[in-house]
């Protein structure tokens, strides 16, 4: 094997290294990109039920405090009856919940936008 073959055959081997090199990072940020893109909605959609599972902790957190605030010890079976409809209690308490969670939005859209 003479200079100019050896030089041949390693430029080939270089550009064939090359060509892998190049196929693997394509192939890695393909890979990142599906990977982002399938756990993105997993992502939200997890995101969303646990919004709704504070809220709804929230909400009945908040209807039991004000409940305990008002709270009348019944004397006697007639005093003692359970709601079944919506009472002003459900509805103020889930009115106060929504305030809370859209003061802590805009809490944390002024600490992003810093």
Same mark, same amino acid.
């Given at each position: 094997?003479n200079?100019?073959?050896?030089?041949?055959?390693?430029?080939? $081997?270089?550009? &064939?290294? &090359?060509?892998i &090199?190049?196929?693997?990072?394509?192939?890695?940020?393909l890979?990142?990109?599906?990977?982002?893109?399938?756990?993105e909605?997993?992502f939200?959609?997890l995101? !969303?039920?646990? &919004?709704?599972?504070?809220?709804?902790?929230?909400?009945?957190l908040?209807?039991?405090d004000?409940f305990?605030?008002? !709270?009348?010890?019944?004397?006697?079976?007639? $005093?003692?009856?359970v709601?079944?409809i919506?009472?002003?209690?459900?509805?103020k308490?889930?009115e106060?919940v929504?305030k809370d969670i859209?003061k802590m939005k805009e809490k944390k859209? $002024?600490?992003?936008?810093?």
């Amino acid at each position: 094997m003479n200079a100019s073959e050896f030089v041949y055959m390693a430029v080939m $081997e270089k550009m &064939n290294i &090359n060509k892998i &090199n190049d196929g693997q990072s394509q192939f890695f940020n393909l890979y990142d990109m599906a990977f982002k893109k399938s756990y993105e909605s997993y992502f939200k959609q997890l995101i !969303l039920i646990l &919004n709704r599972i504070e809220f709804n902790t929230r909400w009945l957190l908040k209807q039991q405090d004000i409940f305990m605030q008002h !709270l009348k010890v019944p004397n006697n079976i007639e $005093e003692l009856n359970v709601s079944v409809i919506d009472h002003a209690i459900t509805e103020k308490s889930k009115e106060l919940v929504l305030k809370d969670i859209r003061k802590m939005k805009e809490k944390k859209q $002024e600490l992003e936008d810093e």
